[in-house]
C-alpha cells in the first residue's frame, strides 16, 4: 500500500536556524508531492508542489523542497526559521496523479521556533 | 481572489442530531472535496465532487454524505452523530483541468459532538 512517512512529529529549531523537515514516500512511479502548512484554527496551505518538472521546487515563505527519487524522498527545507513558521506541516503525495481521493497525507510535524 | 469559505467555523451538537456543514469554492473551480481531520487518525477524504456529481468516495459510513449545486457550492451532511464524529471538517476546491491535482483549503469548521 502506499504510505507518506514524516520523520518527527515534532520539530524545534531555533529562529534563524534551518528548518528541515522530512518526508519520505512509497510509489511504484514518481508521483506528485505537495507540502501544506497548517496554521492554529485553520485549514491548510500549499506551500509548494513538485508535478515531474524541476526537481528542486521553490515554494512560498523561502520554504523549497528536493524530490530525490531515489531516495523516495521530499523534504521540505527554509534557511532561516522564523517565528511565524511555528505551524504544522504536511507532506501529501498523489500516487496515481488522479483523483483527489488517492491523495494520502503524512501525519504532520509540529515545528517550534525558539526565539 | 477570494478563497474557500467553510460555514459555520464551530459547531457544538449533541449526540443523535444531525449537521450540515456549508463550503463555497475559488470562483471556477468546479471540485470540491471534503476531508475529516481528528489527531488520531490525521487527514481523511470524504469524498470528492465536480459537476453536481459525486465522483469518488472515502471509507466512511453512510451517515456521511454531501452534495453539490449548480454554482460549485457543496454541503455535507452527517446524521446521527456519535462522539467520534468530533474533527475538523476541511474542504478543498480545485481545478482539475490544469492537470496538478493541487488543492485549496477552506479554514474548516470545528465540529464538537458531545
Known amino acids: 500500500a502506499q504510505s507518506v512517512t514524516q520523520l518527527g512529529s515534532h520539530v524545534s529549531v531555533s529562529e534563524g536556524a534551518l528548518v528541515l523537515l522530512r518526508c519520505n514516500y512509497s510509489s511504484s512511479v514518481p508521483p506528485y508531492l505537495f507540502w501544506y502548512v497548517q496554521y492554529p484554527n485553520q485549514g491548510l496551505q500549499l506551500l509548494l508542489k513538485y508535478t515531474s518538472a524541476a526537481t528542486l521546487v521553490k515554494g512560498i515563505n523561502g520554504f523549497e523542497a528536493e524530490f530525490k527519487k531515489s531516495e523516495t524522498s521530499f523534504h521540505l527545507t527554509k534557511p532561516s526559521a522564523h517565528m511565524s513558521d511555528a505551524a504544522e506541516y504536511f507532506c501529501a503525495v498523489n500516487p496515481m496523479k488522479t483523483s483527489y481521493d488517492k491523495v494520502i497525507f503524512g501525519p504532520g510535524t509540529s515545528l517550534s521556533v525558539i526565539p | 481572489k477570494a478563497g474557500v469559505t467553510q460555514t459555520p467555523r464551530y459547531l457544538i451538537k449533541t449526540r443523535g442530531q444531525q449537521v450540515t456543514l456549508s463550503c463555497s469554492p475559488i470562483?471556477?473551480?468546479?471540485?470540491v472535496s471534503w476531508y475529516q481531520q481528528t489527531p488520531g487518525q490525521g487527514l481523511q477524504f470524504l469524498f470528492e465532487?465536480?459537476?453536481?456529481?459525486?465522483?469518488n468516495k472515502g471509507n466512511f459510513p453512510g451517515r456521511f454524505s454531501g452534495r453539490q449545486f449548480s454554482n460549485s457550492r457543496s454541503e455535507m451532511n452527517v446524521s446521527t452523530l456519535e462522539l467520534g464524529d468530533s474533527a475538523l471538517y476541511l474542504c478543498a476546491s480545485s481545478s482539475p483541468n490544469r492537470g496538478t491535482y493541487e488543492q485549496y483549503f477552506g479554514p474548516g469548521t470545528r465540529l464538537t459532538v458531545t
Open positions: 465532487y465536480f459537476s453536481e456529481t459525486q465522483r
Open positions: 470562483s471556477g473551480h468546479r471540485s
